[in-house]
């Protein structure tokens, strides 16, 4: 059809709560996607495993997160929401792929050495073969776009690689998908040190998207400012980061220019600003988080929309993996 929408497709770790930063950097841009594409969004929780887990947090957080991303303007009518152990295709495909996957390609992934140097005593096959099943999450439902960051375009790369290497042996099984870069929303500092990235492992700058309007307001009070001797609210990202980063989120939850920011709080000081930029994101996370909550006390909603996204992602999946099974020569069941 003339007209279809192109296909995105991205994967999420259910790894932690999201703050902020992922929220006014990417998250809350992602509803609008499905305007002009047809998204998949899935919790990748078959990854997450890669690393050791505790069963009872996993369950809780893949649930919350998916509750999060709802929340947060994911529509489940508009987009294909779904959780990846539910589609058994990933698995099925993951195997496929890793016989088309070498040795010295997985080697070579900085994320194995990366993970591998941090957890010494827990270098297990599938931290290894992790890029494979993730080729695998992209290929079953042929996407034009894959969103990922840039930690994760090495493993875009090497899923184009396997669709080279495949079709090449059995003609066009794979679409060959493409990195997508969103445009860049805000990059949020952390409060405690805005010389870094606002993250989790950084817990005292960091503003989680449950967190209560108190303990939001005392991150914000305590955030870092800078110590120039002039005390004013002006935007300076080279000499007065601290307040660059305030400004930058309040014109994000505000819609503020930054020279409207400066007239707001002339002659006003920290004491004054910190607080205000505080309520301004209580109030905007305020029907996220309210939201979120209302979904997760809703166990049969939440189970409803994770079980639709189930069915429609493996129809899709499963389409798929019988073409491949067929070209390298499974006998038809
Ligand atoms: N590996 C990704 C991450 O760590 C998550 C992921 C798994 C993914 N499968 C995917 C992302 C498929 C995009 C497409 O963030």
Redesign the pocket.
């Known amino acids: 059809m003339e007209n279809e929408k192109k296909v995105m497709?991205?994967?999420?770790?259910p790894s932690g709560d999201l703050h902020l930063g992922n929220y006014l950097g990417a998250i809350r841009n992602w509803g609008a996607r499905a305007e002009e594409f047809d998204c998949y969004y899935?919790m990748?929780d078959m990854?997450t495993i890669t690393v050791r887990q505790n069963p009872a947090d996993l369950r809780r957080r893949t649930l919350e997160q998916l509750a999060q991303y709802i929340a947060c303007g994911l529509d489940p009518e508009k987009n294909t929401l779904f959780i990846?152990s539910h589609v058994h295709q990933h698995a099925e495909l993951g195997w496929v792929l890793n016989c088309y996957t070498m040795f010295g390609e997985l080697s070579r992934m900085t994320?194995f050495k990366d993970k591998s140097a941090k957890h010494k005593d827990n270098i297990n096959g599938g931290l290894f073969t992790?890029p494979a099943?993730?080729a695998a999450?992209?290929l079953l439902y042929q996407p034009d776009y894959?969103?990922?960051?840039e930690?994760?375009k090495q493993?875009?790369e090497l899923t184009r690689n396997i669709v080279q290497r495949f079709n090449g042996i059995y003609g066009d099984v794979f679409k060959m998908p493409e990195p997508y870069i969103p445009k860049a929303g805000a990059r949020v500092m952390g409060l405690s040190d805005p010389t870094g990235k606002m993250s989790k492992s950084a817990p005292e700058g960091c503003v989680f998207l449950m967190e209560k309007p108190e303990d939001i307001m005392r991150k914000f009070k305590r955030a870092v400012t800078d110590c120039d001797t002039e005390h004013c609210v002006r935007y300076d990202r080279e000499n007065k980061p601290g307040v660059a980063n305030l400004m930058q989120i309040y014109s994000a939850v505000t819609g503020k220019s930054y020279e409207e920011i400066e007239q707001e709080f002339d002659g006003k000081g920290y004491g004054v600003f910190k607080p205000a930029v505080g309520e301004a994101v209580v109030e905007t996370l305020r029907p996220i988080r309210e939201e979120a909550q209302r979904i997760l006390a809703d166990k049969a909603y939440l189970e409803s929309v994770y079980r639709a996204g189930a069915e429609k992602a493996s129809y899709v999946a499963n389409k798929t993996l019988r073409k491949v099974y067929k070209k390298v020569g499974f006998v038809a069941r």
């Open positions: 497709l991205s994967g999420i770790q899935f990748a990854h990846q994320q992790y099943l993730m999450d992209i894959v969103p990922v960051g930690d994760q493993h875009v």
